[in-house]
């Protein structure tokens, strides 16, 4: 086993919060599903975070249920011509 290094510099003592922690403080919650309906038609996917609909899973309250933006502008360039085509945001929650 090799040595232990010793810090060169100062440690810091934890005392003031982290500029990371906030980015998301004072955003509404309308503010950001409109972020992500703008991201999905630039075809970007995006996490939607939904109530589990399985409420004897109690370990997971909430689920996290992926979008890919490229099934959404496909469905918005031409899916109402598409046979069977569905908007992907209506498939929230099922597993299909």
Known sequence: MGKKKTSSGNTSKGERRSSMKTSGLYVSNA?????????????????ITIGNPNK?????????????GRAYTKYV???SDMKGSR??????GNNS
């Open 31 to 47: 503010d950001k599903m409109l972020r992500k309906l703008d991201a999905l038609k630039k075809g970007k996917d995006i996490v």
């Open 56 to 68: 004897a899973q109690t370990n997971k309250p909430f689920i996290k249920y992926k979008v890919s």
């Open 77 to 79: 360039l031409g899916g």
């Open 87 to 92: 908007n992907p945001l209506f498939d929230l």
